[in-house]
Every structure is written in structure tokens, then in C-alpha cells.
């Protein structure tokens, strides 16, 4: 009876250990994975494809995008919360702490990113869907039980989407009742009109062409966007930035001059680093391009899934305060581009500059000065101070930089020089290196600079206001991670 006992007592433990592994196992197959194997990094690519898929349909909105990446990892950081002794979710509410293996944490958090991807990025629902067979998952389920992984993402995705409707984005069209979804309901009107420059010191429209050849002006992108919700400051002006410089101003002055002087003399490394940063066809905008470094860094130091979670959480809750903030200065200064000052200071006089794709680098009046973009992506369509590229990398190099412990980077890419901007026999092929990531930050303000679309004020202001919200964002990271 004994040895009967034993046996039955020795093949139930084995169902159990099997059981347990079971468990335990990726829904990728993979007993452990890693950096690009793990499911946060799958649903972190997905989320950068649907981005890329935006820009294509609605041209680049990096204020509408930055939020909607923003809120998607929100909700795949508060399924993922749910099953963390110490976590606390953001919007997720009065669902009990559960222990869960790896499996149970992949299955939430891809429901969690599906639902909220198909809120946002609507338009590619079938892609998700696709995304979720991919997985082995079926897209068709609307769990709402709380004690299933697939019920924990689901609610997750629906807290946030609930929690965020009415927040001043506008997304659904409700802040002025009969108006599209995005209409600008603050009723801003520029001083300047697309013909006349009135006021130097403010910002002026102007006109771009389509791709299909026609000549237009782009109104104000977004011009309420300083009303939206933060989700980690205290306002969208706690940390305003100081007054740009005024025209007359000595440093007004010389940085207009430093522009022309920088696009004067770009060399082919320049070039690139211009083009890399402004991006090209089915650009990922600021926040999906900081997306895309902190996959890198996912990469280089392995990350499992709970590290992933917790990095996009981070990196993307600061892209979007970070916009919010720099949307803050923009709408509060209303401040002018280098497009427009180059044409007053120069007036009149002949200097050296890019004339536009086929004509390349030639003398011109200053009042034909132009950035060094092509014509249907001519300058962003909303003031200039302060740069959004500057305080969106100044942000998230910050957060990543406090994240990690470190400032180290490494990260090399291989890029054509001029393939955005120039006829192909102009290409060149180089590569660009990111040291650190505080260097990669200046990189992408610098950027600005030299292509022509901001002076060093726009920069430097907006790498400052950057970093401030970085370390408020690392505050409210850390109180969300229990630490």
C-alpha cells in the first residue's frame, strides 16, 4: 500500500510540475525571452508600425500620436500591474492583486495593447487582429472577468480609455459639440497671415505643396493642446520656459545668422542627422522615435518583459507630458520661425543657402530663404518656441537616462544622406553614432537647428524644459512601481 501511495503521490507531482511549466511557458515558445522575444517589445514594434500608418493617413500629428502612445502603455502597464506585488496601476481600479505566471502577464498586457490600440488607431483594427493571431490569441474575446488574464487587459484598455475621454484632447470631437473630432475649440487665429507678416516676432503660416501639386497653407496644428490632461504634471505650464528673444534683440540677431550660417555649410554627416531626425515617409513623429531608441536599449540589456513594461510605461507617459508642456511655450510665446526671420533680417541681401530639391546649394536673396525640407513638408504648421523635437529628446533621454542608471548608448545606424530631401545622385551613405544618451538628445536639438527650422533659444529652451519634465515623469514612475 505504501509503494502504491508513493506512486500515486510521485505521478501527481509530475502532473503538477508539468502543469505548473506549463504555465510558466511564453505564449512565444520560448522559456525565457528576451530584449526583441518578449511580448512588451512585440506590442511596443505594433504600436510603432500603427503610428507610422498615421502619419501615411493623416500627415505627421505628433501631438495626437504622443498621446495616443502615451495611453497605450499606460493601459499595458496596468494589466501588467495587476499581477506586481508592489505596483500601483495609473487608471485600473478595484481589481484585486493576483499572482500569475509569465504566460498570464504576455496574455494581459496583449489584450491591454490591443484594446487600446483598436480605441486610438482605429483605422488598423484588422492589423491588431492579425497581431493577436500572431500570438495564438483570439481578438474576438471581451473577457470581463477579473480573474483571467485576457479579463485583466481588456479592463485595463477601458479604464484608460474611459479616464482619458474629456481630458482636452478632443479626440471624439466633444469639446465643441457639431465639430470634428480635433477641431480646435480655443478659437486661436495667428497674428500673421500666410501673405503678410505683420508682427516679426510672432509665428506665420505658410505654404506648402501637396504631393499631388497643389499650393496650400497648413492652419495651426493642434493649437489647444496645452489644455490637455498631463498625466504626471502638475499644469501644462509648471515648467514654462523663460521669454524667446525679440526682434532688435542682439541674440535674436546672431542666432538667425547662426542658422543661415549652419544650412550654408551642412556637410553630408549633418545632413543625415537633419533627415533622421525630422524623418521621412511613415515617420513614427518624436515620441515613436524614442520608442524606437528604448527598444534598442531593451536590445543591449536584455530586458524581460516586466522591465519592458515598465520602460515604454515610463518613456512614453514622459513623450507625452513632454509635448504637452513644449505645446505650453508654443501657444503662450505664439513665437516666430527661422523660416520667416531669415526673409526680415536678410532682406535684400544675397546669402548662401538650399534652394530646393534639383537646385541644391546655390546664392539667393534672403527673402527666399527656405529650410532644408522638401516642399510638401516645408516648416511644422505651429509656432516655433519652444522646438518640440528638442523638448521631447531633452525629456526622454532623461527618463531613460534615470531609468537605466546610465548614460551610455552606443547605438549606430547606417543612413543615406539627402534620401528625404534630395534627387538620388545627391545620396550619400553614412553612419550615425549616438554616444550616450544625453548626447543622442543635443543631437536631435541640434538637428533643428541646422535644418532650418529653430534657433538656438527654440533648442536649448526646450532641452530644458525636457529634462524638468523628465525628473517630475521619473516621480510619478517611481510611485507607480512602488518604489
Known amino acids: 500500500m505504501r509503494s502504491k501511495n508513493l506512486t500515486v503521490l510521485f505521478l501527481f507531482l509530475l502532473i503538477l510540475s508539468c502543469d505548473t511549466a506549463n504555465k510558466s511557458k511564453s505564449i512565444t515558445g520560448l522559456p525565457d525571452p528576451v530584449g526583441e522575444n518578449n511580448v512588451a517589445y512585440y506590442w511596443g514594434k505594433v504600436a510603432l508600425e500603427a503610428t507610422a500608418r498615421d502619419t501615411e493617413r493623416f500627415l505627421p500629428r505628433p501631438t495626437i500620436t504622443s498621446r495616443y502612445l502615451g495611453l497605450i502603455f499606460t493601459a499595458v502597464f496596468d494589466a501588467w500591474a495587476t499581477y506586481d506585488e508592489k505596483a500601483k496601476p495609473v487608471y ?160 535674436l540677431q546672431k542666432e538667425v545668422e547662426e542658422v543661415v550660417a549652419m544650412q550654408a555649410n551642412l556637410t553630408v554627416e549633418q545632413k543625415a542627422l537633419v533627415e533622421f531626425m525630422r524623418d521621412g515617409p511613415k515617420s513614427v513623429q518624436q515620441a515613436g522615435h524614442w520608442l524606437v531608441f528604448a527598444q534598442e536599449i531593451s536590445k543591449m540589456d536584455e530586458h524581460d518583459l516586466d522591465e519592458d513594461v515598465k520602460m515604454y510605461f515610463l518613456n512614453q507617459i514622459t513623450a507625452m507630458d513632454a509635448f504637452i508642456a513644449s505645446w505650453d511655450s508654443k501657444m503662450h510665446y505664439d513665437y516666430a520661425r527661422p523660416y520667416a526671420l531669415v526673409h526680415e533680417y536678410f532682406k535684400g541681401k544675397t ?106 533659444a527654440d533648442n536649448l529652451e526646450g532641452l530644458a524644459l525636457g529634462r524638468n519634465v523628465a525628473h517630475q515623469a521619473f516621480e510619478f514612475y517611481k510611485e507607480h512601481i512602488g518604489e
Open 351 to 456: 546669402i548662401d543657402g538650399w534652394a530646393g530639391y534639383e537646385q541644391g546649394w546655390t546664392q539667393m536673396k534672403g527673402e527666399q530663404w527656405r529650410p532644408y525640407s522638401p516642399d510638401s513638408f516645408l516648416c511644422p504648421p505651429f509656432p516655433s518656441y519652444v522646438s518640440g523635437h528638442s523638448t521631447v529628446s531633452g525629456a526622454c533621454a532623461e527618463a531613460l537616462r534615470l531609468y537605466r542608471g546610465s548614460d551610455t548608448f552606443e547605438v549606430r545606424v547606417p543612413f543615406v544622406a539627402g534620401s528625404y530631401t534630395e534627387p538620388e545622385s545627391e545620396w550619400k551613405e553614412v553612419e550615425l553614432y549616438f554616444p550616450t544618451l544625453t548626447e543622442t538628445a543635443n543631437m536631435a536639438g541640434i538637428s533643428r537647428v541646422l535644418g532650418g527650422y529653430h534657433i538656438q
Open 92 to 251: 485600473l481600479e478595484n481589481i484585486p492583486k493576483r499572482e500569475g505566471s509569465l504566460r498570464d502577464k504576455e496574455i494581459a498586457i496583449s489584450y491591454a495593447a490591443y484594446y487600446a490600440m483598436k480605441e486610438y488607431y482605429f483605422s488598423d483594427s484588422l492589423y491588431f487582429k492579425e497581431r493577436m493571431k500572431d500570438l495564438g490569441l483570439d481578438p474576438e474575446v471581451k473577457d470581463l472577468d477579473q480573474g483571467s488574464p485576457a479579463g485583466v487587459g481588456y479592463l485595463a484598455a477601458k479604464a484608460v480609455i474611459e479616464s482619458r475621454k474629456g481630458d482636452g484632447a478632443n479626440q471624439y470631437g466633444e469639446e465643441a459639440e457639431g465639430n470634428p473630432p480635433y477641431f480646435d475649440y480655443t478659437g486661436y487665429q495667428p497674428v500673421n497671415s500666410v501673405d503678410d507678416n505683420s508682427d516679426i516676432n510672432r509665428w506665420q503660416p505658410k505654404y506648402f505643396i501637396s504631393l499631388e501639386g497643389e499650393r496650400y497653407a497648413p492652419g495651426c496644428l493642434t493649437p489647444y493642446w496645452q489644455e490637455v490632461e498631463p498625466m504626471t504634471l502638475e499644469s501644462a505650464d509648471q515648467f514654462r520656459s523663460p521669454p524667446p528673444p525679440l526682434y532688435g534683440s542682439e541674440q
